[in-house]
């Protein structure tokens, strides 16, 4: 698998891909996380985009948008689905980043959901899955890996970590058990939804004032 980008390639249409396409108007990447927009990049705009993103990219491009439709905003980097339920956000990458667990695969598909994790569970998170990320202020969990099925297995075994309903060693066997199974054609709840009851808002915490 190779994830080098001709950059010259890349280069011809960074001037008009570089900010984001919503409605049809150019807005700053920094919207990533706004207001979703009321209507999606055209399929040429997407196509045009696309065409310099490597193999895999593109294939989970194609198989997000044939689920999901074309995505709400686009850069020449990531494309973005707002409120694509279950999921309140979710960003496609053109840039991997290489995961190792439970086996070698490139992370590029992250998937947000509101969560409220007890700040007193983050190090074990961080010790069950790197690729699973919370932020605390913003109140959101997401996980990133190649596959949405794997992204909801992250999350549900994240809530069963951060509820102390299985340790970060039971979780992370669970993981790969499940993971390796539905490579083999199997399928189980965890990989196809949530197995609990995901919160819509109300998770930020702002924390308070120091001074």
């Known amino acids: 698998m190779t994830n080098r980008i001709d950059r010259r390639t890349l280069g011809k249409t960074a001037g008009a891909l570089a900010g984001i396409t919503v409605a049809g108007q150019y807005a700053p990447a920094a919207a990533q996380d706004a207001t979703p927009a009321a ?3 055209s399929a040429e705009q997407v196509d045009e985009i696309i065409a310099a993103w490597p193999e895999i990219p593109q294939e989970v491009a194609q198989t997000v948008m044939g689920k999901y439709g074309p995505p709400h905003e686009a850069t020449a980097s990531r494309l973005i ?24 695969h490139p992370d590029l598909l992250e998937q947000f959901i509101d969560y409220q994790a007890p700040p007193e569970t983050y190090d074990d998170l961080a010790l069950y899955d790197g690729s699973v990320i919370v932020e605390r202020t913003k109140g959101e969990m997401s996980a990133r890996c190649d596959k949405e099925e794997m992204n909801f297995l992250a999350i549900n075994l994240a809530n069963d970590v951060a509820t102390g309903e299985r340790t970060v060693e039971e979780a992370r066997q669970f993981y790969a058990e499940t993971a390796m199974a539905f490579m083999d054609g199997q399928s189980d709840p965890y990989v196809e939804g949530f197995v609990f009851e995901v919160q819509e808002g109300g998770t930020a915490d702002p924390d308070e004032p120091a001074m």
């Open 81 to 104: 689905w707002f409120d694509n339920a279950p999921w309140k956000r979710t960003i496609l990458y053109r840039d991997v980043v290489q995961h190792d667990f439970p086996m070698p």
């Open 39 to 41: 209507s999606t990049v």
